[in-house]
């Protein structure tokens, strides 16, 4: 089945670890990206890649980074210097860069 | 510059009444508009969406016009079940994806 897979489900972090979110898709689409969603918020934007080899910061890129290697996937790692990491994460890809965006399951992301 | 206000939620409903959960927007240009649907634990999956002023969207009874005199694109459903019970995100494409806060649905039997 074509799709956009997420994992892990959920994920712990412990104090001053960096920890990465895998996002991969079937769906052939160029364009991926990630969101950062909070209780009671809309939907941030981290980073998004709209071809292989390039990504753009969006809203809220500091303390997170990320890598576009393949076209399949886009996978986020949320680094030390992100002081306030606890969050429901999103990825989602689109055919192109104003095209209509399919969203994965989610990753929640919890500190311990 | 580009933003969505959604109405805030909880919205409670008994199972077949009627919904209004109102969007309204401010853009430049003319953006495409959309709702997606989250329902718990989920990620997000395209509802419906608009391209162009006047346009309807349509979808599993679930309805938005495209009003640019009034920058709005209101969700309606004419009777909800429970299964529609989710939260409910408007959008907007201009340069970026904008997402509204969201509206949390909650229909009762």
């Known amino acids: 089945d074509g799709g956009i897979t997420q994992s892990p489900k959920y994920l712990f972090r412990k104090e001053g670890q960096n920890v990465t979110l895998s996002c991969e898709q079937n769906?052939?689409?160029?364009?991926m990206y990630w969101y950062r969603q909070d209780p009671g918020q809309g939907l941030r934007l981290i980073y998004y890649?709209?071809?292989?080899?390039?990504?753009q910061k969006g809203d809220i890129a500091e303390g997170y980074s990320v890598s576009r290697e393949k076209k399949e996937s886009f996978p986020l790692t949320v680094t030390s210097a992100q002081k306030n990491p606890t969050a429901f994460y999103l990825c989602?890809?689109?055919?192109?860069?104003?095209?209509?965006?399919?969203f994965g399951p989610g990753t929640r992301l919890l500190v311990l | 510059g580009n933003s969505v206000t959604q109405m805030e939620g909880p919205v409670t409903l008994s199972e077949e009444a009627f919904l209004t959960i109102n969007c309204t927007y401010t853009a430049t240009g003319y953006p495409s508009l959309f709702w997606y649907v989250q329902y718990p634990g989920e990620g997000l999956q395209l509802l419906l969406k608009?391209?162009?002023?006047?346009d309807k969207g349509s979808n599993k009874g679930f309805e938005a016009t495209y009003r640019k005199e009034t920058t709005s694109f209101h969700l309606e459903k004419g009777s909800v079940q429970v299964s529609d019970s989710a939260v409910y995100f408007c959008a907007l494409f201009g340069n970026q994806f904008y997402f509204g806060t969201g509206t949390s649905l909650t229909v009762i039997p």
């Open positions: 769906l052939n689409h160029d364009a």
């Open positions: 890649s709209q071809i292989v080899n390039d990504f």
């Open positions: 989602a890809s689109s055919p192109g860069a104003s095209e209509t965006q399919y």
């Open positions: 608009a391209t162009k002023a006047d």
